[in-house]
C-alpha cells in the first residue's frame, strides 16, 4: 500500500497526515483519557473513603460507645499486600485500554491487533516468554543464595493452598503482564515509531523505521521506569534496571512483531518472584508466597528492600534474554500504513 494515501481528501491537514490521524493527536487523546479515568478512581476511592470516616465520627459522636475511624496508617513495605485490589485495578485498567484502543483503531482506520497483541504464533511466544521468564528469575535467585545475598526462612504453603496461591497469583501477574505491557509498549509504542518516521528518515533513509521505533522505545522505557518510581523501597539502580528491562521487552516487540512474548515473560518474573520464592517484587511482598525469606548483605548486591531485581547482579542477568531474542527468528512488523479495507469500507459508508 502506498504510506502517502490520505485519509480522505478534504482531511484537515493539522489533524490528519499521510498515514491518518497524526500520531500526536492519537497519543494526546490516548494519554488525556487514561489520566482522566486515574483521576475520577482516584477521586472516587477517596470520596469513599472520607466518607465512611464521617459516617464513623457521626456514630460516635451520637453513641460515644461506637469506635472511632481508624487513622490511616504508614504502608509497611514488609507486610504483605493483598492481591485482590490491584486484580480488580488491573481488569478496569485492561476494559479501559482495549475499549480506549479499539475506539482509536477505528478513528485511525486500523486493525486492533497491530498495536501489539496480533503477530504470528501468538500462543508459541507467550509460552517461550514464561520459560525464559522462570529461567531468569530462577538463576536470579540461585546466585544470591550462592553469594549469601538471599537466604530462605521457611516454608508458608502446604497443600491446596499451593495451588489456590499460585493459581490467584498465576492470574494477577498474567493481568499486570498484560496491562503493562499493552499500556507501555502497545499504541504508544506503534504510534510514537509512526510519529517519528519523519525524523527517522532525515538520520537514516534506509533504516528509517528502525531509528523511529528504537527512539519511541528509549521514550516509553523511560516512562516505564518513571511510572515505577513510587513503588516502596524503590532505589536508583533498581529504576535503571526497570529502563534497562523495559528495552528488553521492546526488543521482544521489535523481533518477534508482538507483545506475547514480553507478557509471558513479566508474568512469569514477577510470578516466580512474589510466589515461587517469597522475595519482594520492586519493594512489595504479596500475600500467598511459598516461602519467608530475607535479604542479607549490601542493599548493592542483594536487591535490599527492592527485592532481587534491585541487585548489581541483574545487569550480567539481561545478557541471557538478550542472547535468545538474538537468536529467535525475525517476525514482520505490523503495517505503520493505514488499512486499504478499511478505508474502503470507510469510504462507502453512507455519510451521516
Known amino acids: ?28 487523546l490516548y494519554l488525556a483519557v487514561v489520566i482522566l479515568v486515574i483521576v475520577t478512581s482516584n477521586g472516587i ?6 466518607h465512611q470516616r464521617q459516617v464513623q465520627a457521626e456514630a460516635h459522636r451520637l453513641n460515644p ?76 535467585i540461585v546466585m544470591l543464595a550462592r553469594f549469601h545475598f538471599l537466604s530462605f526462612d521457611a516454608r508458608l504453603l502446604y497443600g491446596s493452598e499451593i495451588l489456590y496461591w499460585g493459581f490467584v497469583q ?13 499500556f507501555f509498549r502497545g499504541y504508544l509504542q506503534f504510534t510514537l515509531t509512526r510519529g517519528l518516521l519523519s525524523l527517522g528518515q532525515r538520520l ?22 518513571f511510572a515505577h518510581s513510587n513503588n516502596d523501597g524503590e532505589t536508583a539502580l533498581g529504576l535503571v534496571q526497570l529502563f534497562l528491562y523495559a528495552l528488553i521487552c521492546v526488543l521482544a516487540l521489535w523481533r518477534t512483531g508482538s507483545l506475547w512474548w514480553g507478557i509471558g515473560f513479566h508474568m512469569a518474573w514477577d510470578w516466580g518472584q512474589s510466589f515461587l520464592y517469597g522475595v519482594p517484587d520492586s519493594g512489595m511482598l504479596w500475600q500467598g508466597r511459598l516461602f519467608a525469606t530475607h535479604a542479607a548483605g549490601r542493599a548493592f548486591y542483594s536487591g535490599g528492600t ?40 470507510a469510504s462507502l459508508a453512507p455519510a451521516s
Not at 537514516?204 to 521506569?225: E, Q, Y
Open 170 to 182: 498465576l492470574v494477577g501477574f498474567f493481568l499486570v503482564g498484560v496491562a503493562e505491557e499493552y
Open 1 to 28: 500500500m502506498n504510506s502517502a494515501t490520505p485519509l480522505r481528501s478534504t482531511a484537515n491537514p493539522i489533524f490528519y497526515g499521510p498515514m491518518g490521524l497524526r500520531a500526536g493527536w492519537g497519543i494526546l
Open 65 to 140: 460507645l461506637a469506635p472511632l475511624p481508624p487513622k490511616p496508617a504508614p504502608v509497611d513495605p514488609a507486610a504483605p499486600q493483598s492481591m485482590r485490589t490491584p486484580m480488580i485495578v488491573e481488569c478496569v485498567a485492561l476494559m479501559v485500554l482495549f475499549l480506549l484502543t479499539w475506539l482509536l483503531s477505528h478513528l485511525e482506520h486500523r486493525r486492533f491487533g497491530v498495536y501489539g497483541l496480533g503477530g504470528p504464533g501468538r500462543v508459541r511466544r507467550f509460552f517461550s516468554g514464561v520459560g525464559w521468564g522462570l529461567a531468569a528469575i530462577t538463576l536470579l
Open 45 to 50: 476511592h477517596r470520596h469513599v473513603r472520607n
Open 204 to 225: 537514516s533513509p534506509s533504516h528509517a523505521r528502525a531509528v523511529a521505533f528504537w527512539m519511541a522505545a528509549a521514550i516509553t522505557s523511560a516512562f516505564f521506569g
Open 306 to 345: 527492592v527485592g532481587p531485581e534491585g541487585s548489581i547482579l541483574v545487569l550480567p542477568l539481561l545478557v541471557l534474554p538478550l542472547l535468545v531474542l538474538y537468536f529467535t527468528r525475525m517476525s514482520p512488523q505490523p503495517p505503520l500504513e493505514q488499512d486499504s479495507e478499511l478505508l474502503q469500507t
